[in-house]
């Protein structure tokens, strides 16, 4: 079984409300123009697609922040750089927010997210039902919610306990021995540790929970992003934290493969030009 995963390609656009002017979407604007725009190039993200449809895997993994504010805009603009993905009859995608993407309480935002959700799961999940247990080929995808509103000097992640425990049960019913545990998330659990802190983060009593399903081995793999740069932390059956990089930046992509034989995982991280593609 093979899986791409990539993540944060923090699509931008002007803010094109007047509620905009007085949330944490203006700073977002900023940090786009005086900064962001600088590092990401959409054009990377096409290329990344296109890379995966030309050798469809069994499943894409997004894990988050494929806005930059979660304007309704920037999730149009998302979905459709990701709708050959969605078109494919080959390949199954799914996708888990960003903190990014829960950007602020506004009304307009909160449903573009929903909407946006919905429509990359192929219309199977809606947000509200996360947690839940997407079955693919060989492997159950534990997908989880990680993400709240923050204030504007937070860009950190809440998972309270009880939501912890609900992926717990999910994970609980997996036929361990022939059906690894795949988490997708957005924040890390192990690559970056608690480095993050309360601000960068992934906060509330539910890290606990899954900082000791994955040490447990419960959890087979983590797959995340937040942090714009690739790191693996497995060990010798590819079992552990395997974190992507923001697409839009450096354009790397992890390409996981699973041996069922073996029950054991293979990761390798690649960049543009990509191998057998055409970017």
């Known amino acids: 079984m093979r899986i791409v995963h990539f993540s944060d390609p923090h699509i931008s656009a002007v803010p094109d409300s007047f509620g905009a002017l007085f949330d944490k979407r203006i700073l977002g604007a900023a940090n786009y123009f005086l900064r962001r725009r600088w590092r990401h ?24 922040d494929i806005t930059s504010t979660g304007s309704p805009r920037e999730f149009e603009m998302a979905l459709d750089a990701l709708k050959p993905l969605l078109e494919s009859r080959s390949t199954r995608l799914l996708y888990v927010p960003g903190n990014h993407d829960a950007y602020v309480r506004d009304r307009r935002c909160a449903d573009a997210l929903r909407n946006a959700f919905a429509k990359l799961n192929g219309g199977e999940f809606q947000l ?35 939501t912890a425990e609900k992926a717990a049960e999910l994970i609980g019913k997996t036929e361990r021995k022939t059906r690894p545990a795949i988490l997708v998330g957005h924040f890390p659990i192990k690559t970056a540790g608690k480095s993050l802190g309360n601000r960068r983060g992934l906060r509330g009593d539910g890290r606990t929970v899954l900082e000791k399903l994955l040490e447990s081995g419960a959890i087979d793999l983590s797959l995340c992003g937040h942090e714009h740069s690739n790191a693996i932390a497995v060990d010798e059956t590819g079992r552990g934290e395997a974190r992507a990089g923001a697409v839009t930046a450096s354009g790397d992509l992890n390409i996981i493969d699973y041996d069922s034989e073996r029950n054991a995982f293979s990761i390798e991280k690649i960049l543009p030009p990509y191998r057998g593609g055409t970017a």
């Open 41 to 64: 190039d959409d054009s990377l993200l096409a290329k990344a697609v296109e890379f995966i449809l030309d050798d469809p895997p069994d499943a894409v993994v997004c894990s988050g």
């Open 128 to 162: 509200e039902d996360l947690p839940v247990k997407a079955r693919v080929g060989d492997c159950d995808f534990i997908m989880i919610n990680e993400t709240a509103p923050t204030n504007p000097f937070l860009s950190s992640g809440f998972l309270d306990a009880e």
